[in-house]
């Protein structure tokens, strides 16, 4: 069974703390991606990568960065965490070209206080 | 980029009913994805599709290419079917750019 598993469902952190959100993959997929969803806002990409230590900026990239070193792994770092990052974030992974299926995570619940 | 609209952005409905829900965007793609949501928060695929229709159980989705739409239908609805079902598309059409969403259709359906 294909799984993506992101490491925390659940964080609390302080403002001005540095957060890491890891996420792994099991299928050898080339591409990854970091989303946010927030309510009346949906999901909005944040960083990807098609391919280890390769990113590319999504929609909304301010305030984030994020790391490749190896395939099966993207993690994505909030620097200095704000209380306007509290959110849902979503990892997924996908082969190729988009015509292909996407796995997502179950999900990492962010907030910062 | 690819814009996507979704309709309607909340709807509920009594077991049994036939559901529809609609998507257009403004791109033309290489595929485009309906995804569903359930409380909690994991996302699964249900759909991937360039043209025509694709069934999977009581699940129906369409695509016309030229209109640039998509429909999701589900046929004798049941209350398990309750999530948010959310259309995604090629952020700039094609290639390993991730995809783009419509802000989902919350969809209830009482027993």
């Known amino acids: 069974d294909v799984k993506v598993t992101q490491s925390s469902r659940y964080l609390v952190k302080r403002t001005g703390e540095k957060v890491f959100l890891e996420c792994v993959q099991d299928?050898?997929?080339?591409?990854m991606f970091w989303y946010r969803q927030d309510p009346g806002l949906g999901l909005r990409l944040i960083y990807f990568?098609?391919?280890?230590?390769?990113?590319e900026k999504g929609d909304i990239p301010e305030g984030y960065s994020v790391s490749r070193e190896k395939k099966e792994r993207f993690s994505l770092i909030l620097e200095s965490a704000s209380t306007n990052q509290t959110s849902m974030y979503l990892c997924?992974?996908?082969?190729?070209?988009?015509?292909?299926?996407?796995?997502f995570g179950e999900g990492s619940w962010l907030t910062v206080v | 980029k690819n814009e996507v609209e979704q309709s309607p952005q909340n709807l509920t409905a009594q077991e049994g009913e036939f559901i529809t829900i609609n998507c257009s965007y403004s791109?033309?793609?290489?595929?485009l994805h309906w995804l569903q949501q359930h409380p909690g928060g994991g996302i699964v695929s249900l759909f991937m599709?360039?043209?025509g229709k694709k069934k999977h159980g009581r699940l129906i989705a369409t695509i016309n290419i030229q209109e640039k739409h998509s429909s999701l239908h589900i046929t004798a609805s049941h209350p398990r079917d309750s999530a948010v079902y959310i259309c995604?598309?090629?952020?700039?059409?094609?290639?390993?750019?991730?995809?783009?969403f419509g802000k989902g259709t919350h969809l209830i359906i009482q027993p």
């Open positions: 997924a992974s996908s082969l190729g070209e988009s015509g292909n299926t996407i796995y």
């Open positions: 299928m050898d997929h080339e591409n």
């Open positions: 990568s098609y391919d280890v230590k390769m990113k």
């Open positions: 791109v033309g793609i290489s595929a």
């Open positions: 599709l360039s043209s």
């Open positions: 995604a598309v090629p952020y700039s059409g094609g290639g390993a750019d991730g995809l783009t």
